[in-house]
């Protein structure tokens, strides 16, 4: 069980770090990051990645009989409290967040809206040379940020195991300010939002911020990054601090550097 100290607990309400299932009532300040829905069998299950103020992010999940309860307080970007919650394991193998728990709500739990006067930004930003030397573990989802380059045709790939005959894909490229280059893959519909968005804004620069992504290799045993069907958001020229230093960003010439790749990741 993680000892509770006056670090643990701020203004009644606890950390995210400190959350664990060795214990029943919590009570978290959280703002929402992405809630997406995901079908189970024949029902649904509604997922969120919440973060509190020190940056901390985890997963909670509201199963489908309760859904309908919580839905209308469940809003992106929004500050809630949330009380009396469950907390267990994470048990798939991709995690979205670091965090090894997340939060479970139960028939008695208590989301309330509160006003936060904060405008942090929660980014869980991986270098791509990090990526492409396969030192970062592919089983948690990570943020990337670059200069949009090498933008292929949006294509339909046809397959029998899709329910509506196949899927769209788009492959492009990021560049960071190192001039090192990551590819990217979109799938489904976040691949059409992604080229309908850069088409409008494609006569200029444009910066590219896509949160839970998932790393993956290519047939040519380079790593990429690629989306997860609900949970993957993508940002073009966000009016952030970020977005407007890589704007200013010059680069004398395209070389991109060679990276070696290791064949095991972190665990």
Not at 31 to 48: A, F, H, P, Q
Not at 169 to 174: D, H, K, Q, T
Request: aromatic letters at 10%.
């Amino acid at each position: 069980m993680i000892p509770f100290t006056s670090d643990s607990c701020d203004g009644g309400y606890f950390r995210i770090a400190s959350l664990n299932p060795n214990m029943g009532e919590w009570s978290v300040s959280v703002k929402i990051l992405n809630c997406w829905s995901v079908s189970r069998g024949t029902g649904r299950e509604l997922n969120m990645i919440l973060g509190d103020e020190h940056f901390t992010q985890i997963q909670a999940v509201v199963r489908d009989e309760l859904i309908d309860n919580y839905l209308s307080r469940l809003i992106i970007d929004e500050w809630v409290s949330i009380k009396k919650f469950d907390v267990s394991r994470v048990n798939s193998i991709l995690r979205p967040v670091p965090h090894r728990f997340k939060i479970v709500f139960r028939s008695d739990t208590l989301v309330q809206s509160i006003n936060m006067c904060s405008s942090r930004t929660y980014f869980n930003l991986t270098e791509f040379v990090s990526i492409l030397s396969g030192i970062v573990n592919p089983n948690i989802c990570v943020d990337v940020v670059g200069k949009i380059v090498n933008v292929r045709e949006l294509v339909f790939v046809p397959s029998v195991e899709h329910s509506q005959g196949g899927y769209f894909e788009l492959y492009f490229g990021l560049r960071d300010t190192e001039c090192i280059h990551l590819e990217c893959r979109l799938t489904g519909d976040l691949a059409v939002e992604f080229y309908d968005l850069w088409k409008q804004r494609s006569r200029n620069t444009v910066i590219c911020i896509i949160k839970f992504v998932k790393l993956e290799l290519s047939q040519e045993h380079r790593w990429r990054c690629t989306n997860v069907t609900g949970s993957t958001r993508i940002m073009l020229n966000p009016d952030l601090s970020i977005t407007d230093e890589m704007l200013c960003w010059n680069p004398e010439n395209d070389q991109v550097p060679i990276i070696t790749r290791k064949e095991n990741a972190m665990e």
